[in-house]
Every structure is written in structure tokens, then in C-alpha cells.
């Protein structure tokens, strides 16, 4: 009987402990269990938003920047487009004032109406020559050299041959010398050659020159009408000598020499 009654305190103290233990674990378990603190839904307001704005909003407020970016540089553009248009705008204005014209609009005239600027600058008012345009003798006479510039012509002073890029009219000495076409005068020179030489243009690139003369009556820049006296026919240089006394008369166009007999006017 004492042996079971020892072993009966023996459970009875084990059986105590182990409530102690389980009501001690209890104790301590609804300690922490009760001691949470519900979560403060303030504070997750406070974690994502630093500024008391939401972040949905910051996300608004980028797309609308982000948004904004291209409407600016087409304004930019805008701005560069429409300061072009005012230059251009501008510069139309200032062609109209002073009366231009673009390509599309000249006549097809152009190239002789240069010409005709050009010999209106050059003092040639009212001076005009072209390939249907004639020209009266300046002296009466026969031809001792004729214009040739394909074949040979024989020069007997020269005793030679040789192409011939002017004529020789016979004349007097001292016989007046008339201007053959309205003209001004370009030059007024000497040469061993051909004498005391007179050179006038009738326009659009016509050119004559007298020579052989002596008592100039014209002086450079002169205009001087169809039938103004010139000068008088002078004795001849040493390079016409057998030929005798004449009127050299050279006619160009552009520079290069053309037959001045294909502009005489024979019927007066």
C-alpha cells in the first residue's frame, strides 16, 4: 500500500506539472496573441505616398508630362515654319517692289532684250542693227579688194595672196567719207596698215571701221546719224601704195568679220 500510494503521489506530481506546464504555455501564447496590435491602415497611406499625394496621381501627372513633350517641339516647329513663311513673305514682297520676274514668266526675247540694255548702258539710244538692216556707201567708187575670207585674194602692193577680211573701195583723196548706218563712236585710232582708222557701232554687235582717212570730223562717244560726215579719204599707207587712194571699210559681228557688200544698199 505505501509503494502504490508513492506511486500514485509520483503521477500526481507529474500530472501537476504538466498542467503548470500547459497552463503556463497558455498564459504566455494568449499573452502574444492578444498583445498584436491590429495594422494601421494609415501608415500603408504613409509608405506610399512620401508627399500626401496618391501614386496613382503621380502617375497621371508623368503621363501628362510625358504626353506633353511632342505637342511642344510641334509648336517649336510651328514657330520655325511660320518665322519661314514671314521670310518668305518678305522676300516676295521685295521682288514685287522692285518689279522681278522669275524664269517662267520672261519672254522668249530675253537674249536681245539684254542686248538692247546692254547698248542703251553703252550710249547706243536709239541705235539698232540686225542681218536685214542696210548700210548706204559712205563713198562712191570701184572695189580694188573684195572680202573674202574662203579663198585667196592678191594684194599687189604685198605681191601676195591672202584672205581678205575687209574691202577696198576706190576713191579720191580728200573725197568726204559719210557714215553708212546710225552709230556711236567706239574708237578712233592709227595703225601703219590701214591709216587714221575710225571704229563705230551700230548695235546687237555690229561693228564697222573706216580707214584710210585723214581730218576725223567725230570723236569718241559721239552718235552719229546715217549721212554724218566722217572724215575725207587720205593717202594711202606704204601697204596700198600701188592699189592708190581708197576707203578701207572692215565689218564685224561678235568679233568676227562678215562681208559689209552683203549690207550696201545698191539701189541708192
Not at 500603408?44 to 511632342?70: F, H, P, R, W, Y
Not at 601697204?239 to 562678215?258: A, F, N, Q, W
Amino acid at each position: 500500500m505505501a509503494y502504490k500510494r508513492r506511486f500514485f503521489n509520483d503521477k500526481t506530481i507529474v500530472a501537476a506539472a504538466a498542467v503548470g506546464v500547459l497552463t503556463v504555455s497558455a498564459i504566455v501564447g494568449g499573452a502574444l496573441l492578444g498583445g498584436e496590435e491590429p495594422k494601421n491602415n494609415s501608415s500603408i497611406v504613409d509608405l506610399s505616398d512620401d508627399n500626401g499625394v496618391d501614386v496613382s496621381e503621380q502617375d497621371d501627372v508623368k503621363a501628362e508630362n510625358t504626353g506633353n513633350e511632342a505637342p511642344t517641339d510641334s509648336a517649336d516647329l510651328d514657330n520655325i515654319e511660320g518665322e519661314g513663311q514671314e521670310v518668305a513673305d518678305n522676300t516676295s514682297q521685295l521682288d514685287e517692289e522692285r518689279g522681278s520676274t522669275t524664269p517662267e514668266t520672261e519672254s522668249a526675247d530675253t537674249p536681245s532684250e539684254e542686248i538692247e540694255e546692254s547698248d542703251a548702258a553703252s550710249g547706243l539710244v536709239g541705235v539698232n542693227f540686225d542681218a536685214a538692216s542696210t548700210i548706204i556707201w559712205p563713198v562712191e567708187g570701184n572695189i580694188l579688194i573684195d572680202y573674202d575670207m574662203e579663198n585667196t585674194v592678191y594684194f599687189a602692193t604685198l605681191d601676195l595672196y591672202k584672205c581678205s577680211d575687209a574691202v577696198c573701195v576706190q576713191s579720191e583723196v580728200g573725197t568726204p567719207v559719210y557714215a553708212g548706218h546710225a552709230c556711236v563712236v567706239e574708237e578712233i585710232a592709227y595703225n601703219s596698215e590701214i591709216g587714221n582708222n575710225v571704229t563705230v557701232s551700230m548695235g546687237n554687235g555690229y561693228m564697222l571701221t573706216y580707214g584710210q582717212l585723214k581730218d576725223v570730223q567725230i570723236e569718241k562717244g559721239a552718235t552719229v546719224e546715217e549721212g554724218d560726215l566722217i572724215g575725207y579719204i587720205g593717202t594711202p599707207t606704204k601697204y596700198y601704195s600701188v592699189e592708190g587712194s581708197h576707203l578701207y571699210m572692215k565689218m564685224t559681228k561678235d568679233g568676227s568679220p562678215i562681208d559689209p557688200l552683203d549690207y550696201l544698199n545698191y539701189e541708192e
